[in-house]
């Protein structure tokens, strides 16, 4: 099915951004679950998603565990947490390996793509704790020497979002029910960042950046620090089960948290006796992507002396908040 995309909308007065917009034609795939019966509705997720598809598959799932009022436990988690592992680490290494290279350009650090696609062939089929294991040891070898791109030349970040604080489901239980959260989600009244520098923000460097204004190096440095985590987290797997939880709010209600390669993920069932009678999903694009969220604030007052240069700088901007939807960049009239 389709996507959608987000439409990036830049007023550039000739030295700055004075001003962008941030407008998701996303579909709200949540209606195609109405009135399917809830033991089918962990299938249905994982056929609609083609990104983060293990991740939303492991929240649906739970989240319909939860609404039945069945009991989670830690083997449970456990089995579902090492599959969503799994595929971070995957998001995670096409990023650095990919995404960063093509839009940087840098002759000297071009795209890693047989080494991207090497990994993701063996992540794929790790099948339990002992490949996990040992693919964990020789992931963290070649961490240690990988020639990850290094991001620097973009200014300081004149504004930014506050970063969304790691919560449990339990904790998102009430915030969750509000009727326009789903498409404009915000914690106390704020908009927030989800993703990697949201959870990594306790490291001493990215806290040195992030003093400093460099918004956009912090969240590369923290994807090559959560890849790290997880790398180790693989050979003792129930470290992972942080990763995901998920609470009854109700009768007939669940509501399931899974932390993913692109930050928060939310899912929140209704059950009409067997059938769904409403789903919400809030995805980490509608944090990052919100309309006074990270990106809008963050580029808003970026200095560009060029229509390039402006271009660039929301690129760059955009691909480190990392949208799970293709993106374009268009400029408006002062």
């Given at each position: 099915?389709n996507?959608?995309?987000?439409d990036?909308?830049?007023t550039w007065d000739g030295?700055?951004?004075?001003?962008?917009?941030?407008?998701s034609?996303?579909?709200?795939?949540t209606?195609?679950l109405l009135g399917?019966?809830v033991?089918?509705?962990?299938?249905v997720v994982f056929?609609l998603f083609g990104i983060c598809?293990?991740?939303q598959a492991?929240a649906?799932?739970l989240c319909?565990?939860?609404a039945?009022?069945e009991r989670l436990?830690?083997?449970t988690?456990?089995?579902?947490a090492l599959?969503?592992a799994?595929?971070t680490?995957?998001?995670h290494?096409?990023?650095?390996?990919i995404a960063?290279?093509?839009?940087?350009?840098?002759?000297?650090r071009?795209?890693?793509?047989?080494?991207?696609g090497?990994w993701r062939?063996?992540?794929?089929?790790?099948?339990g704790?002992?490949?996990?294991a040992?693919?964990a040891?020789?992931?963290v070898?070649?961490l240690d020497?990988?020639?990850l791109p290094?991001v620097?030349?973009q200014p300081?970040?004149?504004?930014t979002a506050?970063?969304?604080?790691r919560?449990?489901?339990?904790?998102?239980e009430?915030?969750?029910?509000?009727?326009?959260?789903?498409?404009?989600?915000?914690l106390g009244?704020e908009?927030?960042?989800t993703?990697?520098?949201?959870r990594q923000?306790?490291?001493?460097?990215?806290?040195h950046?992030?003093?400093?204004?460099?918004r956009?190096q912090?969240?590369?440095?923290?994807r090559?620090?959560e890849?790290?985590w997880l790398a180790a987290a693989?050979a003792d797997?129930?470290?992972?089960?942080?990763?995901?939880?998920?609470?009854p709010?109700?009768?007939g209600?669940g509501?399931a948290?899974?932390?993913?390669a692109?930050?928060?993920l939310?899912h929140?069932?209704?059950?009409?006796?067997d059938?769904?009678a409403?789903?919400l999903i809030v995805?980490?694009?509608?944090?990052?992507?919100?309309?006074q969220g990270a990106f809008?604030?963050?580029?808003s007052g970026?200095?560009a002396?060029?229509?390039?240069?402006a271009?660039?700088?929301?690129e760059r901007l955009a691909?480190?908040?990392?949208?799970?939807?293709a993106?374009?960049?268009?400029?408006?009239?002062?």
């Amino acid at each position: 099915m389709n996507q959608g995309s987000l439409d990036l909308a830049l007023t550039w007065d000739g030295r700055a951004i004075v001003a962008a917009a941030a407008v998701s034609t996303r579909p709200q795939v949540t209606s195609v679950l109405l009135g399917w019966p809830v033991a089918a509705v962990g299938d249905v997720v994982f056929r609609l998603f083609g990104i983060c598809r293990q991740a939303q598959a492991a929240a649906a799932g739970l989240c319909a565990r939860a609404a039945r009022g069945e009991r989670l436990s830690a083997v449970t988690l456990d089995e579902l947490a090492l599959p969503v592992a799994l595929e971070t680490i995957s998001e995670h290494l096409c990023h650095l390996l990919i995404a960063w290279p093509t839009l940087l350009a840098d002759p000297l650090r071009p795209p890693r793509v047989a080494a991207c696609g090497d990994w993701r062939r063996r992540l794929q089929v790790v099948a339990g704790r002992q490949s996990a294991a040992t693919l964990a040891a020789e992931l963290v070898d070649w961490l240690d020497e990988a020639d990850l791109p290094a991001v620097d030349g973009q200014p300081p970040a004149v504004a930014t979002a506050p970063l969304l604080p790691r919560l449990t489901a339990a904790e998102w239980e009430d915030v969750a029910a509000a009727d326009d959260f789903a498409l404009r989600p915000t914690l106390g009244g704020e908009v927030a960042e989800t993703g990697a520098l949201a959870r990594q923000v306790g490291d001493r460097t990215i806290a040195h950046l992030l003093a400093a204004g460099r918004r956009l190096q912090a969240r590369v440095l923290a994807r090559l620090l959560e890849l790290r985590w997880l790398a180790a987290a693989l050979a003792d797997p129930p470290q992972l089960s942080s990763l995901l939880d998920a609470c009854p709010v109700g009768t007939g209600v669940g509501l399931a948290r899974v932390e993913t390669a692109r930050g928060t993920l939310l899912h929140r069932l209704e059950l009409a006796g067997d059938g769904v009678a409403r789903y919400l999903i809030v995805a980490p694009t509608e944090w990052n992507f919100h309309p006074q969220g990270a990106f809008v604030r963050e580029i808003s007052g970026c200095r560009a002396t060029s229509r390039r240069a402006a271009q660039l700088a929301a690129e760059r901007l955009a691909l480190s908040l990392d949208p799970c939807v293709a993106f374009r960049c268009r400029f408006v009239d002062a």
